[in-house]
């Protein structure tokens, strides 16, 4: 008997160009056809509309439980890192130009030689990493020809959508438990506690193995501490962080038999979970195995039930019985979201570590940016603007090549974000004393890297600072210069919109 050996489907620059709607290709094909192949062209990544999908509550409806959602006041952008190896790694090979030949049956031989050979030598404009924007503010432009620009969509959009949607909920609940600046270290003191923890542990509900390491990355540059992947922490050369699974303690024939083994072999860094069976019993059962193995510092995990009352129960346990808060830990999961851990917090929980996966890795609604033509160079060397029209307006992107800048106020908080020309005068919009900076920076110049990608910690640094410079972020004005309005205008009025 035959069989077929099982595919991988491993995600490799080999294959990366190929991550595309084949309508990315048959364009091209077109364009070759056509004999337009080649035109200058740039393009914009931008939200059009922030989504409807931070977590601020619970209601019911017919006796179904939902998530309560509020639109979003901003997003903080993420994923760049990994776009720009894609346009320096990416490359057109032999194994696409055989695909398109032999499976799709393309024999366009100049068509085959150019995905054969496709490489990117354009220019790249992005905002860095942990910067906050707002709708209709690009997050990167990408200046290249067409065909070799219009390739990369759907690897870019797969690549920072959700990286920036799982950054900003990281963010959530980085802002509810409030410590920002975290630094882990080892001490000698058993009694001293380190500080306050957020564990990303989504790998389990990742939408795929390659989403698994975007979400590990994106929760780090969002605010949290440490991941529980071990394939990001060998990408990124960081620690992770884990304890056990329920399966661990349903193994062994007893309850004890488990915790007995988890400080035998784990000593001060013990973590007991205490919800496998029965949270009473498991604590009486933990703390046997602490007096037996003489224990000066461990961990109980709460993974279910009400949390709230769980931890105020066992604090107080430990206290009658004698137990300094400083030589335990607690860890609370259980499908937490920002808005359960404000619960908890404001609860007085007392809670060291939080065990954050399913909600912060998958975002109830994801970030929706597309990849939309802003320009192109005509043959007599100007540049013809373009922007999406739609009856729906929401759906309408701006035209030509612009920049977004960002203007702080003369005691140092942003009083407005500006979207202009690149080449316009932004004097009309400002104030004496303004100080303005443009967010969009170039990273890579004619094919080459100009940019020194910081590391997730910096990332997650700035984006902290970038928040605190905005004294009112849900009221904070964007401002689209008048010539971009009437640019826009012009375009709708060829394409037979009446503007009012």
């Not at 709708?135 to 219009?150: C, L, S, T, Y």
């Not at 960081?238 to 062994?252: C, F, I, N, P, Q």
């Not at 961990?299 to 300094?324: C, I, N, P, T």
């Not at 407005?416 to 900076?437: H, M, N, S």
Request: proline share 3%.
């Amino acid at each position: 008997m035959t069989t077929t050996k099982p595919n991988m489907l491993e995600f490799t620059k080999d294959i990366s160009l190929a991550v595309a709607n084949f309508y990315e290709y048959s364009m091209a094909q077109a364009n070759l056809l056509e004999g337009i192949v080649g035109k200058e062209t740039v393009f914009d990544v931008v939200v059009r509309n922030l989504p409807t999908n931070k977590i601020v509550g619970k209601f019911e409806f017919d006796g179904v439980k939902y998530e309560k959602l509020a639109k979003r006041n901003f997003l903080i952008n993420c994923g760049i890192e990994q776009c720009l190896a894609y346009f320096l790694e990416s490359k057109g090979n032999t194994q696409l130009r055989n695909y398109l030949e032999n499976t799709q049956e393309i024999k366009d031989t100049k068509f085959l030689n150019w995905a054969e050979n496709i490489r990117f030598q354009g220019d790249v404009y992005a905002m860095p990493e942990g910067t906050v924007f707002f709708a209709k503010e690009h997050q990167m432009r990408v200046h290249e020809r067409f065909e070799e620009a219009q390739v990369f969509e759907s690897l870019l959009l797969s690549t920072i959508n959700p990286q920036t949607n799982v950054c900003t909920t990281a963010n959530d609940i980085a802002q509810v438990v409030g410590w920002e600046k975290i630094i882990i270290q080892e001490t000698s003191d058993i009694g001293a506690k380190t500080a306050k923890i957020l564990l990303e542990g989504g790998s389990q509900r990742s939408t795929s193995p390659q989403s698994s390491l975007f979400n590990s990355r994106a929760a780090r540059c969002g605010g949290f501490t440490l991941s529980s992947n071990i394939a990001h922490g060998m990408n990124y050369n960081e620690k992770v962080g884990g304890t056990h699974g329920h399966s661990y303690v349903m193994l062994h024939p007893t309850e004890y038999a488990a915790f007995k083994a988890q400080g035998k072999l784990f000593g001060k860094k013990v973590c007991f979970l205490l919800d496998t069976y029965n949270v009473h019993q498991a604590l009486e059962t933990a703390l046997q195995v602490v007096e037996e193995e003489q224990l000066e510092h461990f961990a109980f995990r709460l993974d279910s039930g009400d949390l709230l009352a769980q931890s105020k129960w066992l604090h107080q346990e430990m206290k009658q019985r004698g137990y300094v808060r400083t030589c335990y830990d607690l860890v609370a999961s259980d499908d937490l979201t920002a808005e359960k851990i404000a619960t908890l917090e404001q609860g007085n929980a007392d809670i060291n570590k939080y065990l954050v996966g399913t909600y912060v890795v998958n975002p109830p609604k994801p970030v929706t940016a597309v990849f939309k033509l802003a320009a192109y160079l005509e043959t007599n060397g100007t540049w013809n603007l373009r922007g999406k029209l739609s009856e729906d307006f929401t759906k309408a992107t701006l035209p030509g090549i612009k920049q977004v800048y960002r203007v702080a106020g003369t005691d140092g908080y942003y009083k407005r974000d500006i979207i202009a020309f690149a080449d316009e005068d932004i004097t009309p919009y400002l104030q004496q004393g303004d100080k303005v900076r443009g967010l969009l920076v170039p990273m890579i110049l004619q094919g080459e890297l100009v940019y020194d990608c910081p590391s997730l910690d910096k990332i997650s640094t700035y984006r902290t600072n970038e928040l605190s410079k905005f004294k009112d972020i849900a009221n904070y004005e964007v401002v689209i210069s008048k010539k971009i309005v009437e640019t826009q205008q012009e375009i709708m009025q060829q394409h037979g919109f009446k503007i009012e």
